[in-house]
């Protein structure tokens, strides 16, 4: 079971990931990590309770929905009680002692090298090498103790290992966010846990749903489904469709509103939405997560 | 300038990427293919002349729309001509003459090797590293002749770099399909691009349309923009919404219908929705692609 005094928080990646950092912008520094490497792990490690809680990446601004969180929470049923942004940083890091002068390969994930083309391109004579994992690359280097090479990593990657940053935000474009959600297990909290999340309801101003549903396949069926919202003038602040493989012209919606799904209007809202939805499932209520900076 | 009599393709990736097997399912086997690091590079090939047209991959079952390609649509204004969607099937790949027993190492992009966890899993023996691309994995093996190692990519990598298949379709998720739009310069089409591009509409039975239109900042506006194709029976196949960093709630929306924007109540579907848009651009319409095997 889960420590009563300390909160655990699973999260995908290596000690070190941007999802670490999104649970230390949801429940503090004062948490135990528990890195998984796949995403199912970390659901698996919330619905056991050998965890209390994981930071989900649900969706980022330049790579879109991540469809397989959304696949995990309809299938775990573990509710959304917070919502935080991260911006991806990627920061040029290097044991201590290692200058810019000495690196001659360059480790990271194949997404961060390609999100720091510009830096690359000034620096032709760092070959750049793929690995499995951002943070993990920065691991390695600690592990190896190597003075010729660099990873490509957050900043908590360099604090976790001991290694120093030469370069701040080497990324090409700034305007890269993760939205995460936290995740718990239903039912009433214990200890660490209950505490924090009492505090972060009652700080909360604003509060975020999201739900996700399917429509009859007919024109117009989203548009009634949407109109439970709009004739309430509750704003959406998402919405997307998938189509579900095998059962063409069938959609899968995922709606976000601003809103608490038991407030009286919510309520409502979400009735009539059930009227005209096949399935229904509210995913979670959470104040919303602040612009990351 | 692209060639007269055969037509010339870019798309992001090495050869044998998955993106040469749709440019091959939208214009046949007898094209020239132009492989490029970066999705910029590409739309930049087509803006400039140097190719007929792209591959683009827009949206994946498991990861979602790909924004990037978006962004590139907006900027460039190239036209979207055609539609596709292929099966991203997995398989282990080696030189001719290494067996199964032979493999110690296993090479691809990260995002292969994860989608492969069950034959990883029951495989130890293999060891995975990360390489940067699917193909270019293969593609190695081939330039290093190497007879201790294996790649995991597509059939067509295997073709293109004269490997061979030790075990097909090894993904773990057999409905993990990519959706790619052929873009093409604006005007008039010469040669063979014309030829391809008069055969593919003439025997086209279904059209579908894409558009990108951003909405005032008010509860129900989004409602009020789908009323302009939900009251003309016109059905959508996409809506996504997606946050405008720096302006907080405003949203930019990819919309799909099935329809032809010259067709009457297209263009008039397309006008009201003008109305309440703050901006809208049709990226293309195209004959629907069929669904994948």
């Known amino acids: 079971m889960a420590t009563k005094n300390r909160i655990s928080v699973a999260f995908q990646g290596e000690r070190g990931a941007f999802s670490q950092q999104a649970a230390r912008q949801l429940l503090g520094e004062e948490i135990d990590v528990v890195p998984c490497q796949r995403f199912d792990e970390m659901f698996q490690a919330v619905a056991s ?15 879109g929905s991540v469809h397989e969180n959304y696949d995990h929470l309809l299938h775990f049923e573990l509710p959304i009680v917070g919502e935080t942004n991260v911006r991806i940083v990627h920061n040029l890091i290097a044991m201590p002692g290692v200058a810019l002068k000495d690196i001659k390969k360059i480790y990271s994930h194949p997404v961060a090298l390609n999100q720091c083309l510009k830096f690359l391109a000034a620096h032709p004579e760092m070959e750049r090498t793929t690995f499995y994992d951002t943070a993990g690359s920065v691991k390695m280097l600690a592990e190896e103790k190597r003075n010729d090479a660099a990873a490509i990593a957050s900043s908590v990657a360099a604090e976790n290992y001991g290694a120093h940053i030469l370069r701040k935000s080497i990324e090409d ?94 309520q409502r809202a979400i009735a009539h939405l059930g009227e005209t939805a096949d399935f229904l499932r509210v995913l979670g209520s959470y104040p919303k997560g602040a612009q990351s900076k």
Chains 1, 2 share one sequence.
């Open 173 to 266: 474009d700034r305007q890269n966010f993760t939205r995460f959600f936290l995740i718990r297990r239903p039912g009433k909290l214990k200890g660490a846990m209950a505490a924090a999340e009492t505090a972060r309801m009652e700080s909360a101003k604003d509060w975020k749903s999201s739900l996700v549903f399917t429509t009859r396949n007919s024109p117009g069926a989203l548009f009634r489904a949407m109109s439970a919202f709009a004739l309430r003038d509750l704003s959406l602040s998402k919405i997307e469709s998938r189509p579900l493989r095998g059962k063409p012209w069938e959609y899968l919606f995922y709606l976000d509103f601003l809103g608490k799904a038991d407030d009286e209007v919510s």
């Open 49 to 63: 309770g050998r965890v209390d809680a994981a930071a989900v990446p649900i969706e980022n601004t330049l790579h």
